[in-house]
């Protein structure tokens, strides 16, 4: 088992998108692992907690300026700024409200895993991905009370609030003790299972997600297609708006912040909307996978590329 955990973290990069084709060419699959959604998101959580270092976590939440900025232009900035490309023609009107609401997402969980699997510290996702998570109910509010006040979407604030808290704080908990029952040193000796570990749990979470996706193409191959996309489109963009806007601020921070922007929790946004966006809305949450978990395939070969540029010996 043991192995079979290292060597699952071993192959990520590659294992995420293959649990995201599994789920498109499995339906059945998607649909039996929809009940374990909530338990792959805690383990996501909890596996890169267990991995990164407390020490350096509690340095970011003693020094928040930095965090509290990647959530800021994550939360309010990027809708905002989508905003005004569609006033300017620039977003075709069908996609403007997936879109904007797509810009308004918190980073996803998994966010400083990522960043453990590129081999590069974690520690400044995980405390954006919490802080940017808690504070998403507070301004999705905003962003649909201002930007998209005629489509009917209802987010009840507290009862969402609440039931985030609850996905956010429970790893942090479960780390804890975790921690203290098992011991920091042996943990640390266990480092490649828990990277399996959460391959694993992001491949659940992948799989499961995808439930529905593959009638709708069969359905309508041309509007999956474009949903499709244009998920792609906007994965590049802001992975490369997070990358250039962070870049002065150094290397670490300029990944954490594409990291982050790049790749949003469409699963709560799912969730806070209850279905009042549309089936569009659904499918492009799902499809929207796709992109985000090649990430760490496509960023690890450009940092590879990178770094051997960089070498004298080539």
Known sequence: MRAAFRLLGFWARWALPAGVCLGLIWPGLAQALQPLLPIAVISTLTAALLRLDWQQLAYWVTHPRLPLLLVVVQLLVSPFAIDLLARAGLIPEALIVLTVLQAAGAPIGSAAAFALFLGRPGHLSMIGSVLGTLLLPITLTLVVSVQLPNFGIDVALLPFFLRVAQFALAPFLIAWLLRRLVGIERLRRLDAELAGLNVLALVIFAIAIMQGVTEAFVADPAAILLLLGWSCLA???????????FRPLGADAALSAALMLG????????????????????????????????????????????????????
């Not at 209850?274 to 070969?301: D, E, H, K, N, S």
């Open 235 to 245: 994965a590049f963009f802001w992975h490369l708006v997070g990358y250039l806007a």
């Open 263 to 314: 790749n949003r929790n469409m699963g709560l946004l799912l969730v806070v909307t209850a279905g009042t966006v549309g089936p569009t809305f659904q499918m492009y949450c799902g499809l929207a996978q796709i992109p985000m978990y090649c990430v760490p395939l496509i960023l690890g070969a450009i940092m590879r590329i990178q770094a051997a540029g960089a070498d004298p010996r080539g």
